[in-house]
């Protein structure tokens, strides 16, 4: 999977996350994570890798390019039952 600068942004968003906190997460550091949002540089195959599995973690979704171009979505969850 290519993980594009924009959808990083947008998984961010998702999730409520600054990029302190995904560079925590992920073991990214925030400037490489602020160039790459900034399209100053592309991401090592490992670096993207850990961003990808970390947004997997967390809930997000992300989704190849379309018709509409790429995108994300918050993974379903269930509910618990009543």
Do not use: Y
Not at 34 to 59: I, M, P, Q
């Amino acid at each position: 999977m290519i993980l594009h600068p924009e959808q990083c942004r947008a998984a961010r968003g998702l999730l409520n996350w600054s990029q302190e906190r995904l560079a925590v997460l992920s073991g990214v550091s925030r400037s490489t994570i602020k160039d790459f949002e900034c399209h100053r540089h592309s991401l090592h195959r490992a670096t993207e890798a850990l961003l990808v599995r970390t947004f997997e973690d967390g809930g997000v979704r992300l989704l190849g390019i379309d018709a509409e171009g790429p995108g994300v979505r918050l993974k379903a969850w269930r509910q618990a039952p009543p």
